[in-house]
């Protein structure tokens, strides 16, 4: 089905957009590090949460301004492209984007720190038990660190990252992901009655709302990962 033939789907134009955009970061991260995942895994060839918060955010917001900028185009409505983004995506963004920037900043400081080596082989037993390969494990300073990219799991997304706690799950690292998840899912939930049941003539340029409660969770649980960061 040729794009022009979904003009009139505002639904369809929306799941190819969403579609389109996760396709591009896949091939991306191909690209660079081999593996489709390879957008969330950073320097430390680790999967990044900051950077999968943030990309998962920029995926769902994208994919529907493309839609609804697409759709309204080709009905020939008037003010095509001037979209009304809420204001609380927008706080909710930045919030994401500041974390994203405040993360790599204080994990640069941990990695020029000192590591006490003498710490590094119980935590090397324990990942190994886990089933991670001794060779693959190194650090950069006191953060646990992996070899190669290949060496990335999704368990990085909740699992701490410094040496001495790589085996175990972070509790703060593991509330980000799970606010960002539900807020992601209920946000996405709202474009579904906004596709699904809008004819094209008449999608308008409003995007829905979000939640101050929402904004507040999202931005108390970045606070929280951001001061745990702090204080280890």
């Known amino acids: 089905m040729s794009l022009l033939a979904l003009k009139g789907s505002p639904a369809l134009v929306w799941i190819a957009a969403l579609a389109g955009m996760v396709l591009c970061l896949a091939a991306a991260g191909q690209s660079v590090t081999g593996r489709w995942m390879g957008v969330l895994i950073d320097e430390r060839n680790v999967m990044s949460l900051s950077r999968f918060q943030l990309l998962a955010w920029?995926?769902?917001?994208?994919?529907?301004?493309?839609?609804?900028?697409?759709?309204?185009?080709?009905?020939?409505?008037?003010?095509?492209?001037?979209?009304?983004?809420?204001?609380?995506?927008?706080?909710?963004?930045?919030?994401?984007?500041?974390?994203?920037?405040?993360?790599?900043?204080?994990?640069?400081?941990?990695?020029?720190?000192?590591?006490?080596?003498?710490?590094?082989?119980?935590?090397?037993?324990?990942?190994?038990?886990?089933?991670?390969?001794?060779?693959e494990v190194s650090h950069l300073g006191s953060l646990y660190a992996n070899r190669t990219a290949a060496a990335a799991t999704w368990s990085d997304l909740i699992t701490g990252e410094q040496v001495v706690n790589a085996a175990h799950v972070d509790v703060a690292r593991l509330q980000l992901l799970v606010f960002t998840l539900l807020v992601l899912l209920a946000y996405a939930a709202e474009f579904i009655p906004f596709f699904f049941s809008t004819p094209a003539h008449q999608l308008g340029t409003k995007f829905p709302g979000l939640s101050v409660s929402l904004v507040a969770l999202i931005a108390i649980s970045h606070a929280g990962y951001l001061a745990a960061k702090v204080s280890r």
């Open 58 to 135: 920029m995926a769902l917001v994208l994919s529907s301004l493309l839609a609804v900028a697409w759709v309204r185009l080709f009905a020939g409505l008037p003010d095509a492209l001037a979209i009304d983004v809420d204001f609380g995506l927008w706080v909710l963004l930045g919030v994401s984007t500041l974390s994203l920037v405040g993360s790599g900043a204080l994990l640069k400081a941990r990695a020029g720190a000192p590591a006490d080596t003498a710490r590094l082989e119980p935590p090397q037993q324990l990942l190994a038990l886990q089933g991670t390969p001794v060779d």
